[in-house]
């Protein structure tokens, strides 16, 4: 991530640490040396006040006096020069005396300052910073005199004080690289226990955000990341179960209102159809029996057909009626189907029996070679009205040969049963309107024969009550419908 915590918590730390080593390098190379001059001004002046007490005791042949100026000369790095005023004696502790001598000379007779630079100045004696002309080093130098009139002169180089400054500040370097280094790794690995769980918080409350609660905080902890993870799985589980209350009050509302629209709609239509339906018949009805009131005919044989035509609107009344509750049950799902397992070649024997005066009185030729038991897993009732219903269908459109096959064919764990009639093929531009309420594709023949093109809607909605294939086919000589069972 391109503004990661993780990323910017390394690079301030380390940030800081190079900041620190750098301010340090500078402070070093700035300041260190007038800090080592400034010392090294107080060890000159310690010196100085040893070697005045050694010059007025006169105590320079006294060894343990020798041993312990030497001792504090070496320890800070001095060399120093003293003649005695009385005797004329050169002391040092350096092995060139020739030197130091000619350098204080050059002071007394006033020649070496002219390049040097006065650090202080008192009467007993002068320190400054100056270069030796004969070797080319810088040195801090005090001469002067001690209270006993004799002169000294004492040097020590600044060339080491800057080789070890050097020498400090390239240890500085190296010490600093390793703890950056060290730094970043400890960092790093502090930074990633801190901001990895952070980061799966991060990418829990995305996926929260998504909606997908499955993810849950999983690293832990007592600290207050560990308790605001747990906050967030709780927070995700009552969502989660908040959001799947809402989701079924939801769906359970879609339901309601897509139920009541439909029962709105299907009752539009059920009255539409239902009065368009009922229009012929109830005028026939009225007219005839207006006609029989009126005595239009006196005759018994004219009454008898009134009457007969009067009855036989009704039973057409009638049966569209329980057509279209029956219709209607099935469209809502308020009948229960149960599941059984049946004989349908038996099923199909029994249709076409008690169907066999209508065919007999029509001249139809019935072919059902099926002798073998067939059984199929459905509801038995529904099953002999779909064929039922594909049997008067076939029966009121036959025509030609007049011949109605009916087969049950196996195809794997399916049973498909086909009623085919010989006649005149279905337009194809009816095909696919068939299955709805009052459809007739010939509506002078449907009429003549009492449909009411309800049979196919029917057939439509309890096939797809048992979730079954339905359909039918076009031939040259006639048409065939069709519909399929499970078998096992």
Known sequence: MKYSIKKQMIAI???????????????????????????????????????????????????????????????????????????????????????????????????????????????????????????????????????????????????????SAAISNRFLIYIGSVLILAAGALVWYFSKKLTDPIRELANLSDKMANLDFEAKYTSGGKNEIGELGANFNRMSSRLESTISELKKANNSLLKDIEQKEKMEEMRNEFLGNVSHELKTPIALIQGYAEGLKDGVNDDAESRDFYCDVIMDEAMKMNQMVKNLLTLNQLEFGDEDISFERFDLAALIQGVLQSMEILAQQDELKIIFRQESPVYVWADEFKTEQVVRNYVSNAFHHASGDKVIEVKIQKEGKKARTSVFNTGTPIPEEDLKHIWEKFYKVDKAHTREYGGNGIGLSIVKAIMESFHQEYGVKNYDNGVEFWFELDVE
Not at 136 to 147: C, D, P, Q, S
Request: glycine share 4%; proline share 2%; charged share 20%.
């Open 13 to 163: 730390f380390i940030g800081l640490l190079a900041c620190m080593v750098v301010a340090l390098l500078v402070i070093n190379m700035t300041f260190l040396e007038p800090y080592y001059i400034q010392n090294k001004e107080k060890s000159f002046r310690e010196m100085y006040e040893t070697l005045n007490q050694v010059a007025q005791a006169q105590s320079y042949s006294d060894e343990e006096v020798s041993s312990d100026v030497a001792k504090q000369a070496e320890r800070n790095n001095l060399s120093f020069l003293i003649i005695d005023e009385t005797t004329g004696n050169k002391y040092t502790n350096v092995y060139n005396q020739e030197m130091l001598f000619n350098q204080l000379l050059g002071y007394v007779i006033n020649q070496s300052q002219q390049n040097a630079e006065i650090l202080e100045s008192t009467d007993a004696y002068q320190m400054l910073q100056a270069k030796d002309p004969w070797n080319e080093t810088e040195y801090l130098v005090m001469w002067g005199n001690f209270e006993d009139g004799s002169q000294f002169l004492m040097r020590s180089p600044l060339e080491s004080m800057r080789e």
